[in-house]
């Protein structure tokens, strides 16, 4: 599927997408200053154990910023985001508005309208372990874990996954990179027997996700109204694909071959809105060889919705 798209959202942690054959894209999220997405910690009474003495935090709070926020709020931003929250201090600064960006942060995790992480709220139990450190004055960790963006945990949202592998299917391998997998080249290890099927060789594909960790082959099964447009460089829509509710997936049928007008830019509707908007120029189609679970040549993860 298709290679630098977008991933949707707001601001706060994982605002979104980017792409392959050019320094990360920023993508121009739909709301203000920056948050932070959701942490690892069980409900009940907050347990500050450590975390990073470079960062400054408990485990809980580093886990939530390690797998939910800093592949994009990290040093140097991408996806759109505007802050970085790799440790105390900076999730301790003040933001334009409600005050620090933990508050801010905290706020996102429960708005419905623009949910961070981008998607789907985080689970009650790890927003409770987050608010619980906040409400206990934000005290310092010195866990022996660092957070760093490169630990993330993979996710499968709907708990279904495609298990035909090759089957010809509009719903095949979701999060696999299409155009490579059908000339027969191995991306990642996802076609380690080199088939191909140059009559599905589409120019542009790839797959939107609840999520920016979402396994290979995950049935993403998106709401009804998402469609990936395609713009040229004057901002006109060239091509309008839209995401199979089954499986996430989006691929055009009509070019096989380089464009006249790339590069291009791209974007993400749903229900007719604009919720994420790819601001760096590509010259590829394959979003899913930078757009994979853990991101690739800058991309902070999955296309998401």
Known sequence: MSKSLFVAVAAVVAGVVVACGAP????????EDGGTGTGSAGGGAATFDADAGLSGLPCDVAALLRTRCISCHRTPLTGGATMPLTSRDELLAMSPIMGT????????????MAPMPPGNLPPATEVAAF????????????????????VVTLTCASNRTWTDRYQGSGDMNPGMACRACHAGQNFN??????????GRQYWF????????????????????GVSVEILDLDGGVRLTMPVRTSSGNFFNT?????????????????NGVVVSTMTT????????????ERGEQGAPGRITW
């Open 24 to 31: 990360a894209s920023s993508f121009t999220p739909s709301t």
């Open 101 to 112: 960006y933990a508050a801010r942060s905290l706020f996102r995790m429960r708005d419905t």
């Open 131 to 150: 608010e619980a450190w906040l409400n206990a004055g934000a005290p310092a960790g010195s866990c022996m874990a660092p957070v760093d963006a490169g």
């Open 189 to 198: 290890g996802q076609n380690p027997a080199g088939q191909s099927e140059l």
């Open 205 to 224: 594909g790839g797959t939107v996700f609840p999520g920016p960790n979402e396994k290979d082959g995950c049935l993403a099964a998106p709401p009804a």
């Open 254 to 270: 009509t070019i096989r071959t380089a464009p006249t007008w790339l590069p291009y830019r791209a974007r993400v509707r749903r």
């Open 281 to 292: 120029p590509q010259m590829s189609g394959d979003c899913n060889l930078c757009h994979t």
